[in-house]
């Protein structure tokens, strides 16, 4: 194997030959993290499609293998470390076969990675995913080279976007990439970018399309959705209301909110079109507590959050909202973590996130000299989940004996269920009625508990 590392260069695009198999070859995606990384991976393989791969579910029938990396929270690196040195055997018993790492890990170690793991062909960068069948095609026709693909291109508005060829029922569209909020924790600034919003009427061509091959159901994405801005000034708000007037879809959700960029003409319009923006809203808090969430640069206050939360039942008395919470963050005291603790008895959150706060490459936190054990994050954590447990079971009760819409994803033979989510993003498996993927039915609610309900079939809309 080589230990030469070759940085990737795009061709122009009239240079670009893609390697077309005559015989339909295996892709194996591992995918970590966020919603924005399972996208990403779909658009991987629908890319590769046009080179005749076809996804496989075990790595030992790909002639392809892709991490897709995170590097949010835990120990990414050591992950991905540990699964190459699975493939790196698989390796030895299959020469031809190719391995890459994408994502977020890829981006922050680039060369490094190709230096430490031999085994690895490549390595490629969230921005340069649309490379993906050109770099490929290079290392089949040079099997010696190793590529280096993670650079930003910063172009002022993102315009490439490739869009799932087969999308289910919902599927996710990219609506902003890249964060600037450099929260003190977090490390995505430095692996995804500056923000960039993609043009408002290529959202529109794009949701067309879906529609026109069967998607019901759209999730716009971006660190910061709230901060989308188009080229011809659109704001998220009109964004939202430009879809509901001007495409055809039915549903429309959107991840994730800052809550300091969530306005009342966001939850104005959310209320206005509640026919198809869904009625659920994760709207990360990270901590209860106002000095902490001034270390974290967050942009709010306990007191912020809380107001706009009551707007949105003010407007929507029947959202149903989730958070993400941070426990542990260099500094927090017992009485500070307490404030999350009384925080989560205030706000109704049907489901929480939490996480132990964990130092990150580049980021202000990771500097600090004041870091908790790990005795003391687990606690925490614990009696976090362990509040929220209880909430939880209260709070579903509410969707006992209800009938609600519910649009159907797909059928589980092996249960004889249906199953699909309502407005609120429950996840509801349910009996009865016949040919139902795609359709929005009507379900009465016989069991609820926290994260799914138990019903039955109605009717259909
Ligand atoms: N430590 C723990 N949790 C983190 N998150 C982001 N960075 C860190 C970190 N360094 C959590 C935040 C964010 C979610 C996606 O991951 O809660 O909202
Ligand atoms: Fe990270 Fe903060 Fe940007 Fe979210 S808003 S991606 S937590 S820097």
Redesign the pocket.
């Known amino acids: 194997m080589s230990q030469e590392i070759t940085r990737f260069k795009e061709s122009k695009d009239q240079l670009f030959q893609p390697v077309k198999f005559e015989e339909p070859r295996g892709v194996f995606v591992s995918t970590y993290g966020?919603q924005m990384n399972v996208n990403d991976s779909d658009r991987m393989i629908s890319l590769l499609e046009m080179l005749n791969y076809t996804p496989v579910q075990q790595p030992k029938d790909a002639a392809l293998i892709i991490i897709n990396s995170c590097s949010?929270?835990e120990k990414p690196v050591h992950k991905v470390h540990s699964e190459v040195g699975r493939y790196r055997k698989l390796k030895l018993t299959k020469p031809d076969l190719l391995v890459g790492v994408a994502g977020c890990v890829a981006q922050q170690e680039k060369d490094q990675l190709l230096k430490d793991l031999p085994a690895i062909d490549f390595v490629l960068g969230p921005d340069n995913i649309d490379s993906l069948p050109e770099i490929v095609s290079k290392l089949h026709k040079a099997p010696e080279e190793r590529l280096s693909a993670a650079r930003f291109k910063h172009q002022e508005a993102y315009h490439v976007q490739t869009l799932v060829q087969n999308p289910g029922v919902s599927t996710f569209v990219n609506i902003t990439k890249g964060c600037d909020n450099f929260c003190t924790?977090?490390v995505v600034p430095y692996t995804r970018g500056r923000e960039r919003s993609r043009p408002y009427k290529q959202l529109v061509e794009d949701i067309n399309k879906l529609t026109s091959r069967g998607v019901k159901e759209v999730t716009l994405l971006g660190q910061n959705v709230n901060s989308y801005t188009s080229d011809c000034g659109v704001n998220f708000a009109n964004l939202l209301k430009g879809l509901c007037e001007d495409t055809d879809i039915k549903r429309i959700r959107y991840s994730t909110s800052h809550p300091k960029d969530f306005t009342e003409e966001l939850i104005k319009i959310s209320a206005d079109y509640r026919d198809k923006i869904c009625e659920f809203i994760h709207l990360?808090v990270?901590s209860g507590n106002t000095e902490i969430l001034a270390k974290m640069n967050r942009g709010y206050s306990r007191e912020d959050y809380l107001e706009k939360v009551d707007k949105i039942f003010d407007y929507l008395p029947g959202a149903s909202l989730s958070t993400?919470?941070?426990v542990g963050f260099p500094g927090e005291t017992e009485q500070q973590f307490n404030d999350t603790l009384s925080l989560i008895d205030r706000v109704p959150y049907e489901s929480i996130y939490a996480?132990?706060?964990?130092?990150?490459p580049f980021t202000k936190a990771a500097k600090w000299e004041d870091h908790l054990s790990e005795e003391e994050k687990s606690d925490r954590l614990h009696r976090l989940f362990e509040k929220h447990k209880i909430i939880a079971h209260k709070l579903c009760e509410k969707y006992d004996d209800q009938e609600f819409e519910v649009l159907v994803e797909k059928r589980d033979e092996d249960r004889g269920n249906w199953s699909g989510r309502t407005t609120h993003n429950k996840v509801v498996n349910f009996v009865g009625g016949e040919n139902l993927v795609g359709k929005f039915v009507k379900v009465k609610i016989l069991k609820a508990f926290p994260l799914t309900l138990r019903g039955e079939f109605v009717s259909e809309y």
């Open positions: 966020c949010v929270r924790f977090c990360p990270q993400d919470i941070i996480f132990k706060y964990s130092p990150r």
